[in-house]
Each structure stands twice: as structure tokens, then as C-alpha cells.
């Protein structure tokens, strides 16, 4: 599946502030059958946003219709658990291109990274500022990877995130680990050439 190049991203956001959020709650075991990453973000956070018979629950976040974007905000310690993949392919195929935490566990971090899902990790003070200028669901983020910087437009306020620069590459320009390498290719074969 392509990855799409990640260099800004604007626009609101999901407000999800329950923390120790792990995987087997993003991706219940039950739906991790597949073969391909198809139909996983119809079952992001299944047992939260569906009653045992199919209704919805209708005061979880994604099934308010108040909230939307493509930005989930959520809780300190965001992916735990076991290191299941298909956790960020779930999260990606509902339509999320980035997640911002205090803390994502490190399994996690690089399943996403892998995956074209930016996770963004800031201060607790500036997550929960987030989490209060969500009271308004106009409120935008704007995450600037090439500067390595997030703003929560209402108060102005930035942060700079980490990133590993081997993935902030391969993100800025769309390339999983293999179209890293063809795009490296003739730098390759000359360098076999030359040993």
C-alpha cells in the first residue's frame, strides 16, 4: 500500500483523553484475521464505539459526529500491549494521518512510523491544553513535519516533536522501506561497482 507524503498537516481534531490506551483496544485480537490492511478501521476501537449487539455507543467520540478530522489526540501511554501492526492500520484506515500523545509505547511508534502514521509526542502540559481547547470543535492543529513542530492554532502555542530522520525522510517523501531503496538504487549499484 503506497504511502502518502506527509509534510503539513492542518485541521481539527479527535479528542480521545483516556490514557494507557492499548492495542487490543484500538484492534480488538478478533479482527486481526486479515491478510491485507482492507476493512481494519471499520473495527478502530470496536469494543468502545459498539455495543455487544452492533448498536452504536453513542456517547464515544467517534460516534458523536461533533468531532472530525484527521488528527486523534489522546491519552498519555498510547499503544501498549502487544506489538500487533494492524493496530496503526486500523488507525489509518479510518482516515487518521496522525496521532498526538504525552507518551506512545515504542513498538507502537515505529508500527505507525512504518505505516505512514505520524506519531507526535508533546509535553503533558501542552497534550493537556489540547484537550482543553477541544471544548471548541473548530479548534485546529497544524503539524509541520519538516520543522519538526506541532501549533495549536487557538492560543498559538508550538512544541517541537522528535522524529527519527530515517523515517522523517522517508515520510516527507512517501516511501516505505523499499521505495527507499529503489530510490536509492543507482547510488547502490554504483557503490557494488566500485568495491
Not at 478478533?30 to 448498536?55: E, P, Q, S, V
Request: glycine share 8%.
Amino acid at each position: 500500500m503506497p504511502i502518502d507524503k506527509f509534510i503539513t498537516l492542518q485541521g481539527t481534531f479527535v479528542p480521545l483523553p483516556i490514557e494507557n490506551v492499548d492495542t487490543d483496544q484500538i484492534i480488538p485480537a478478533r479482527f486481526m484475521k486479515g491478510t491485507t490492511r482492507d476493512g481494519f478501521g471499520d473495527n478502530l476501537f470496536r469494543d468502545w464505539r459498539y455495543h455487544k449487539d452492533g448498536a452504536p455507543v453513542q456517547d464515544f467520540v467517534l460516534n458523536q459526529g461533533v468531532y472530525s478530522g484527521s488528527i486523534l489526540v489522546a491519552g498519555k501511554n498510547f499503544g501498549s500491549g502487544s506489538s500487533r501492526e494492524h493496530a496503526a492500520w486500523a488507525i489509518t484506515g479510518y482516515g487518521f494521518k496522525a496521532v498526538v500523545s504525552s507518551f506512545f509505547a515504542d513498538i507502537f511508534r515505529n508500527n505507525a512510523l512504518n505505516n505512514g502514521l505520524l506519531p507526535v509526542q508533546v509535553s503533558e502540559d501542552f497534550l493537556s491544553e489540547i484537550f482543553a481547547a477541544a471544548a471548541d470543535p473548530a479548534t485546529e492543529l497544524r503539524i509541520d513535519l519538516e520543522q519538526q513542530l506541532i501549533t495549536l492554532l487557538s492560543s498559538g502555542r508550538s512544541e517541537p516533536f522528535d522524529i527519527n530522520p530515517y523515517k522523517r525522510n522517508c515520510l516527507l517523501n512517501g516511501f516505505d522501506d523499499i521505495d527507499f531503496l529503489l530510490n536509492i538504487k543507482d547510488e547502490i549499484v554504483q557503490f557494488e561497482q566500485n568495491r
